[in-house]
């Protein structure tokens, strides 16, 4: 296994709790409201999962991949501006800056791979 297969999985199987925990936390719910945008919260859990799912059946249809980890990184780029504008701290900020930051890499490794 390669270390972009590696990080594929990575993100994949993190988004499917990502996105499970939209439908399921509590406190995924408490932060949303946090955030005041509590409407966005079943449609955030949506995209994750298919971004999820997306990584995971690219494995078969690479351009699915790019797809995804270009749609992700896009997501975690609104959670880390989202974050900035409620003020949340740095270390708040991280995981959505470490997801945005990975996503991007993995799509720009995907598609030069892909050319």
């Known amino acids: 296994m390669t270390l972009l297969d590696l990080l594929l999985w990575f ?3 993190s988004f499917l709790f ?3 925990g939209c439908f399921t936390s509590p406190f995924m719910v408490e932060e949303f ?3 005041g945008i509590p409407q ?3 449609l955030t859990g949506v995209l994750q999962l ?5 990584i995971i059946f690219g ?3 690479n ?3 790019i797809l995804s980890t270009l749609c992700l990184s896009l997501l975690m780029l609104f959670g880390v501006i989202t974050r900035i504008v409620i ?3 740095l270390i708040k900020t991280l995981p959505a800056l470490f997801y945005c930051l990975i996503n991007g890499y993995l799509c720009l490794e995907l598609t030069l791979s892909f050319m």
């Not at 298919?50 to 997306?54: I, S």
Request: hydrophobic share 45%; charged share 20%.
């Open 50 to 54: 298919l971004g999820a799912l997306g």
């Open 59 to 61: 494995f078969w249809m």
């Open 87 to 89: 003020k949340d701290g």
């Open 40 to 42: 966005f919260r079943k």
């Open 33 to 35: 409201l946090r955030y």
């Open 18 to 20: 990502y996105g499970i």
């Open 11 to 13: 993100s994949a199987i």
């Open 63 to 65: 351009y699915i991949q």
